[in-house]
């Protein structure tokens, strides 16, 4: 079964810091390019960041530049979300995905199932 396990998500106070990770099973992440998405209470599903799977380009939407890091460990199989200076507007469940593709300027479209999400919770 093809799936991602997200996990890493929490309560941390505003200024604080998480690192969330998203494990792939079923197949091998490396061919892929992976892609970070979050829904706050109410709203829809948005795309938070992305790497590609060739060139380790990375894309990040401006309300998380400077802020979040996306990184990806491919002998774990494994991508990852550094998230520092948390703000109480980063607040959502957070899922990856995989990407047609991830470019510099743009997130392409996301394919395939959704894992659980893990929940990130800035408040003080």
């Known amino acids: 079964q093809l799936q991602f396990v997200e996990s890493g998500g929490g309560l941390v106070q505003p200024g604080g810091s998480l690192r969330l990770s998203c494990a792939a099973s079923g197949f091998t992440l490396s061919g892929y390019a992976v892609g970070w998405f979050r829904q706050a209470p109410g709203k829809e599903r948005k795309g938070v960041s992305c790497v590609s799977s060739s060139d380790g380009t990375t894309y990040y939407v401006d309300s998380v530049k400077g802020r979040f890091t996306i990184s990806r460990d491919n002998a774990k199989n494994t991508v990852y979300l550094q998230m520092n200076s948390l703000k109480p507007e980063d607040t959502a469940d957070y899922y990856c995905?995989?990407?047609?593709?991830?470019?510099?300027?743009?997130?392409?479209?996301?394919?395939?199932?959704w894992g659980q999400g893990t929940q990130v919770t800035v408040s003080s």
């Open positions: 995905a995989r990407m047609l593709y991830c470019g510099l300027a743009t997130m392409g479209p996301h394919f395939g199932s």
